[in-house]
């Protein structure tokens, strides 16, 4: 009898960790959708309307694996590409993601004359002249935007974009 | 047919536990949410530290690789000096302790990447051994400033420190092959270093090895003063990290280093004449550690991560003593830590993500000393610090959750259980054999609120509970020390606090501050108090029942202290337009030994730092920093005796650096500073030596 009233206990109480398992995605997984959301929300100026989008990684890790679930999702009408950088071979890219900012410096420097948008994975991205950083604060994802570097650039994000971000500004944090 | 009961729980926990893969979103489903509803989704990550700091209840602080490759610190206790609410002591040139809210040396606890660097003889006061990391190996540095037990245990007591060192490369970022070699040299201490650093990842295995020595002369302080003899020192250390990408999500990493510190002299006490040598042969320590981490277990596992990890810690110590010159004490203690933890991080419904986990440690000492006769050259085996073979361990078990209790409002509530044991079997000819057996136990729990009052601006208030328990260096030692001897107590109990802070906290466009007071009010807390033996308060050597002239005075440590501290900090980042950065710390801390009525020892005085910066593009880059502290004459009574302080306490400063940094290429900078621009002479509060004089640091990276 007591084993079966321990049972239901532990039933009840395992609620909300049942619960869980629905809702647990992991890091990588929500920052994959977060990428696809910019994208959905910020635009070139002067960028191209249709055919592929394409979105270059640079060390992107298992950000990867999430991502390539996502290939081929239709953003403002285009079709989303995934492609690897090899050697800061830049030409095609729309967008980077850059897993890591170890190496990034001199793949930024490029990607900032090309005007392309620049997403980052930690708290040194931004001091790089990144454009938006992906951080993970209080267990959610913040994004951070790099007000210095945005408006130098041609990109421009959407008010739903403005509203969910932190804008900073400046190099160091 | 029914089932046993016992049947039926199993069944229950192994159909919870193994329903196959969780049954998480997948990503194509998260990216048809709302970026509104992908920021309020919880994630789980297997380690502790974040990324960022402004969400975070707790008063944080963070050096980022970022500030600690610009500004080409000597060593870790320089930079953890530079972090807002943190002050530096140094004895010696080559230590250096971080004082957080009033508390020093084994009331801090430090950690490299999650390990415990305290152990079992780390002794009240301030020590070294923060001065045992490589600065080349740090990728950032984290304090949490107030009591941090119910995560971290014993020793969490004025703040934790949590050293992080780089990573190996993540081999499923793809293949790569990275180095660098970096040289430093100044001149106040006409020291020159160098660091060759090779990482790569091939595979499903990365690694990062690297190699440092440095050699320190003596230091020359400002203001005339010149030379300081007994500070100059050498350094060698070595690592090695690889990682392995284990299935979908695991990562193993399995690390190996050895760090040596060579002849450092103890200055404050050589320079006061009371010793002919206090010299640090060899001290340092060996780390071997293996960390599994991996996320999606199962729906109770949302991230597991396992520790198992052996260090070494020593010190070989000669000293001879003014009143013995012809006979060398010879030293060596060395503890072999072992540590094994488990965390596991899980998420429940979208409010709550717990951290519970258990930790074991295991802390042998091996302690010897042999007096050598200069004279003949004959040694004579003498007990050495703790008894040899003595032992320290200790298991705990936390749990902590981190609640979304509205749009607005978070919390970060825990609890946590601790048990130590304490084993040392000895004797001495005046106290005859000891077998001492402790087992002293804790509760703490904590709870820390961040309110959000505007978009930029959020509130924070906490309480937390932390403990310090009794270690081999409080309850086991015994023997004469000069005019004191002390015996041994088996029935410590741990000390313990109530820390309270609250305060404010804002990150907008324009920058960043926080502004946070503290109350910390402790008990129990362990110090030497008269004592008797075998009835007498002195050691009764010749048997006469009168003290005479060379027989000590006999002491115990009991838990007889109280004490209080509060004050406040402040840090803020503003950005003056595109260029310019004003950084700014303050801090001010009042401690009272709340039984005895008077100060506490080595409260820091009123201090902080200000850094103006400008960036121009990423090629060059141009620092002026004010370091200066007021004057700390509210001296506890010991503070007076103390040949690192004086009666007259510390005198104020305030000294300019300089700084500046040249990225020629991508692939190689150049920094140079010139720190302490005007010369002056100063000291920080409670150290036996003087702060460097105008000096020129020369710093050259070269990346492949």
């Given at each position: 009898?007591?084993?079966?009233?321990?049972?239901?206990?532990?039933?009840?109480?395992?609620?909300?960790?049942?619960?869980?398992?629905?809702?647990?995605?992991?890091?990588?997984?929500?920052?994959?959708?977060?990428?696809?959301?910019?994208?959905?929300?910020?635009?070139?100026?002067?960028?191209?309307?249709?055919?592929?989008?394409?979105?270059?990684?640079?060390?992107?890790?298992?950000?990867?694996?999430?991502?390539?679930?996502?290939?081929?999702?239709?953003?403002?009408?285009?079709?989303?590409?995934?492609?690897?950088?090899?050697?800061?071979?830049?030409?095609?890219?729309?967008?980077?993601?850059?897993?890591?900012?170890?190496?990034?410096?001199?793949?930024?420097?490029?990607?900032?004359?090309?005007?392309?948008?620049?997403?980052?994975?930690?708290?040194?991205?931004?001091?790089?002249?990144?454009?938006?950083?992906?951080?993970?604060?209080?267990?959610?994802?913040?994004?951070?935007?790099?007000?210095?570097?945005?408006?130098?650039?041609?990109?421009?994000?959407?008010?739903?974009?403005?509203?969910?971000?932190?804008?900073?500004?400046?190099?160091?944090? | 047919?029914?089932?046993?009961?016992?049947?039926?729980?199993?069944?229950?926990?192994?159909?919870?536990?193994?329903?196959?893969?969780?049954?998480?979103?997948?990503?194509?489903?998260?990216?048809?949410?709302?970026?509104?509803?992908?920021?309020?989704?919880?994630?789980?990550?297997?380690?502790?530290?974040?990324?960022?700091?402004?969400?975070?209840?707790?008063?944080?602080?963070?050096?980022?690789?970022?500030?600690?490759?610009?500004?080409?610190?000597?060593?870790?206790?320089?930079?953890?000096?530079?972090?807002?609410?943190?002050?530096?002591?140094?004895?010696?040139?080559?230590?250096?302790?971080?004082?957080?809210?009033?508390?020093?040396?084994?009331?801090?606890?430090?950690?490299?990447?999650?390990?415990?660097?305290?152990?079992?003889?780390?002794?009240?006061?301030?020590?070294?051994?923060?001065?045992?990391?490589?600065?080349?190996?740090?990728?950032?540095?984290?304090?949490?400033?107030?009591?941090?037990?119910?995560?971290?245990?014993?020793?969490?007591?004025?703040?934790?420190?949590?050293?992080?060192?780089?990573?190996?490369?993540?081999?499923?970022?793809?293949?790569?092959?990275?180095?660098?070699?970096?040289?430093?040299?100044?001149?106040?201490?006409?020291?020159?270093?160098?660091?060759?650093?090779?990482?790569?990842?091939?595979?499903?295995?990365?690694?990062?090895?690297?190699?440092?020595?440095?050699?320190?002369?003596?230091?020359?302080?400002?203001?005339?003063?010149?030379?300081?003899?007994?500070?100059?020192?050498?350094?060698?250390?070595?690592?090695?990290?690889?990682?392995?990408?284990?299935?979908?999500?695991?990562?193993?990493?399995?690390?190996?280093?050895?760090?040596?510190?060579?002849?450092?002299?103890?200055?404050?006490?050589?320079?006061?004449?009371?010793?002919?040598?206090?010299?640090?042969?060899?001290?340092?320590?060996?780390?071997?550690?293996?960390?599994?981490?991996?996320?999606?277990?199962?729906?109770?596992?949302?991230?597991?991560?396992?520790?198992?990890?052996?260090?070494?810690?020593?010190?070989?110590?000669?000293?001879?003593?003014?009143?013995?010159?012809?006979?060398?004490?010879?030293?060596?203690?060395?503890?072999?830590?072992?540590?094994?933890?488990?965390?596991?991080?899980?998420?429940?419904?979208?409010?709550?993500?717990?951290?519970?986990?258990?930790?074991?440690?295991?802390?042998?000492?091996?302690?010897?000393?042999?007096?050598?006769?200069?004279?003949?050259?004959?040694?004579?085996?003498?007990?050495?610090?703790?008894?040899?073979?003595?032992?320290?361990?200790?298991?705990?078990?936390?749990?902590?959750?981190?609640?979304?209790?509205?749009?607005?409002?978070?919390?970060?509530?825990?609890?946590?259980?601790?048990?130590?044991?304490?084993?040392?079997?000895?004797?001495?000819?005046?106290?005859?054999?000891?077998?001492?057996?402790?087992?002293?136990?804790?509760?703490?729990?904590?709870?820390?609120?961040?309110?959000?009052?505007?978009?930029?601006?959020?509130?924070?208030?906490?309480?937390?509970?932390?403990?310090?328990?009794?270690?081999?260096?409080?309850?086991?030692?015994?023997?004469?020390?000069?005019?004191?001897?002390?015996?041994?107590?088996a029935e410590l109990r741990p000390e313990r606090s109530w820390n309270t802070e609250y305060g404010v906290r804002a990150q907008a466009r324009k920058g960043t501050f926080s502004l946070v007071a503290f109350r910390d009010a402790y008990r129990d807390l362990i110090d030497r108090a008269p004592a008797t033996l075998n009835g007498l308060a002195f050691v009764d050597r010749n048997g006469n029942g009168v003290r005479d002239e060379r027989e000590e005075a006999v002491f115990q440590r009991r838990n007889i202290s109280r004490a209080r501290v509060h004050g406040l900090e402040f840090e803020s980042i503003l950005n003056l337009g595109q260029a310019w950065t004003w950084t700014h710390s303050t801090t001010w801390t009042v401690g009272s030994d709340a039984g005895r009525d008077v100060p506490l020892t080595r409260i820091p005085p009123l201090n902080g730092a200000s850094r103006l910066t400008w960036q121009s593009g990423r090629t060059w880059w141009l620092e002026g920093a004010l370091v200066a502290a007021a004057a700390q004459r509210r001296l506890a009574p010991g503070d007076k005796t103390d040949i690192r302080i004086g009666p007259g306490g510390t005198a104020g400063y305030?000294?300019?650096?300089?700084?500046?940094?040249?990225?020629?290429?991508?692939?190689?900078?150049?920094?140079?500073?010139?720190?302490?621009?005007?010369?002056?002479?100063?000291?920080?509060?409670?150290?036996?030596?003087?702060?460097?004089?105008?000096?020129?640091?020369?710093?050259?990276?070269?990346?492949?």
């Amino acid at each position: 009898m007591l084993a079966r009233w321990a049972a239901a206990a532990l039933i009840l109480a395992s609620g909300p960790f049942a619960l869980s398992a629905a809702l647990s995605s992991s890091d990588s997984d929500v920052k994959a959708a977060f990428i696809v959301n910019i994208l959905r929300l910020a635009h070139k100026k002067s960028g191209p309307t249709s055919g592929e989008l394409t979105l270059c990684l640079v060390a992107a890790g298992s950000v990867e694996q999430s991502l390539r679930a996502v290939e081929n999702t239709v953003i403002r009408g285009r079709q989303l590409r995934l492609r690897n950088v090899v050697k800061a071979q830049l030409a095609g890219c729309e967008a980077l993601f850059f897993g890591s900012s170890a190496k990034a410096e001199a793949v930024l420097a490029k990607a900032q004359q090309m005007n392309l948008l620049t997403i980052g994975n930690d708290t040194e991205f931004l001091s790089l002249s990144g454009m938006i950083a992906l951080l993970v604060e209080n267990r959610r994802i913040v994004v951070e935007i790099n007000d210095s570097s945005s408006r130098g650039s041609e990109w421009v994000f959407s008010s739903h974009l403005l509203e969910v971000a932190r804008v900073v500004s400046g190099r160091l944090r | 047919m029914g089932l046993p009961g016992r049947t039926h729980l199993l069944w229950v926990l192994l159909t919870l536990l193994c329903t196959g893969a969780p049954a998480a979103q997948n990503v194509g489903g998260l990216a048809d949410l709302s970026l509104s509803q992908l920021a309020d989704m919880p994630i789980v990550s297997a380690a502790r530290h974040e990324q960022s700091r402004s969400g975070s209840p707790r008063a944080v602080s963070v050096i980022t690789a970022e500030e600690i490759r610009r500004r080409n610190f000597r060593n870790v206790p320089e930079a953890v000096g530079t972090i807002a609410g943190v002050y530096l002591q140094q004895t010696n040139y080559g230590g250096g302790s971080p004082i957080i809210r009033g508390m020093v040396g084994n009331r801090i606890l430090l950690m490299l990447d999650g390990v415990r660097l305290n152990n079992g003889t780390f002794r009240l006061g301030p020590n070294q051994y923060l001065n045992f990391i490589d600065i080349n190996q740090v990728d950032r540095i984290e304090v949490v400033r107030g009591a941090g037990s119910v995560l971290y245990g014993s020793d969490a007591f004025g703040g934790i420190i949590n050293i992080i060192t780089k990573a190996a490369p993540d081999p499923r970022a793809g293949a790569e092959l990275t180095g660098f070699t970096r040289v430093r040299f100044a001149t106040a201490d006409a020291s020159g270093a160098g660091r060759a650093q090779v990482a790569g990842a091939h595979g499903r295995v990365g690694f990062l090895a690297g190699f440092t020595h440095e050699q320190f002369g003596d230091l020359k302080a400002g203001g005339g003063r010149g030379v300081q003899p007994f500070t100059g020192y050498g350094h060698t250390s070595g690592d090695l990290r690889v990682r392995f990408a284990v299935g979908g999500s695991g990562t193993l990493t399995a690390g190996v280093s050895r760090l040596e510190l060579h002849d450092v002299p103890r200055t404050d006490i050589l320079a006061a004449g009371s010793e002919l040598q206090h010299l640090w042969t060899g001290q340092g320590r060996d780390h071997l550690y293996m960390q599994y981490e991996q996320s999606d277990v199962g729906p109770l596992l949302n991230a597991v991560q396992f520790t198992l990890s052996y260090a070494r810690p020593f010190e070989s110590l000669n000293r001879i003593l003014r009143s013995a010159p012809a006979m060398q004490r010879r030293h060596s203690d060395l503890v072999h830590m072992l540590e094994a933890g488990v965390q596991i991080t899980t998420l429940a419904g979208p409010r709550h993500v717990f951290t519970w986990g258990a930790t074991a440690t295991n802390d042998v000492i091996r302690s010897s000393r042999f007096d050598v006769d200069l004279g003949t050259g004959s040694a004579v085996r003498k007990s050495g610090n703790y008894f040899d073979n003595s032992r320290f361990a200790g298991t705990g078990l936390y749990v902590q959750d981190e609640v979304r209790l509205s749009e607005r409002l978070d919390a970060v509530v825990g609890a946590r259980y601790d048990r130590f044991r304490i084993r040392a079997d000895g004797s001495d000819p005046a106290f005859g054999s000891l077998a001492l057996r402790s087992s002293p136990a804790a509760v703490t729990g904590s709870g820390h609120v961040l309110y959000k009052l505007t978009r930029t601006l959020s509130a924070i208030a906490g309480v937390s509970q932390g403990f310090r328990a009794p270690n081999l260096d409080d309850a086991t030692i015994l023997g004469g020390i000069e005019t004191r001897y002390e015996i041994p107590n088996a029935e410590l109990r741990p000390e313990r606090s109530w820390n309270t802070e609250y305060g404010v906290r804002a990150q907008a466009r324009k920058g960043t501050f926080s502004l946070v007071a503290f109350r910390d009010a402790y008990r129990d807390l362990i110090d030497r108090a008269p004592a008797t033996l075998n009835g007498l308060a002195f050691v009764d050597r010749n048997g006469n029942g009168v003290r005479d002239e060379r027989e000590e005075a006999v002491f115990q440590r009991r838990n007889i202290s109280r004490a209080r501290v509060h004050g406040l900090e402040f840090e803020s980042i503003l950005n003056l337009g595109q260029a310019w950065t004003w950084t700014h710390s303050t801090t001010w801390t009042v401690g009272s030994d709340a039984g005895r009525d008077v100060p506490l020892t080595r409260i820091p005085p009123l201090n902080g730092a200000s850094r103006l910066t400008w960036q121009s593009g990423r090629t060059w880059w141009l620092e002026g920093a004010l370091v200066a502290a007021a004057a700390q004459r509210r001296l506890a009574p010991g503070d007076k005796t103390d040949i690192r302080i004086g009666p007259g306490g510390t005198a104020g400063y305030g000294v300019v650096h300089v700084r500046a940094g040249l990225r020629r290429t991508a692939l190689a900078g150049l920094s140079v500073a010139v720190e302490n621009a005007g010369n002056r002479r100063y000291r920080f509060h409670g150290s036996g030596i003087d702060r460097p004089g105008i000096n020129l640091v020369v710093g050259w990276s070269r990346y492949f």
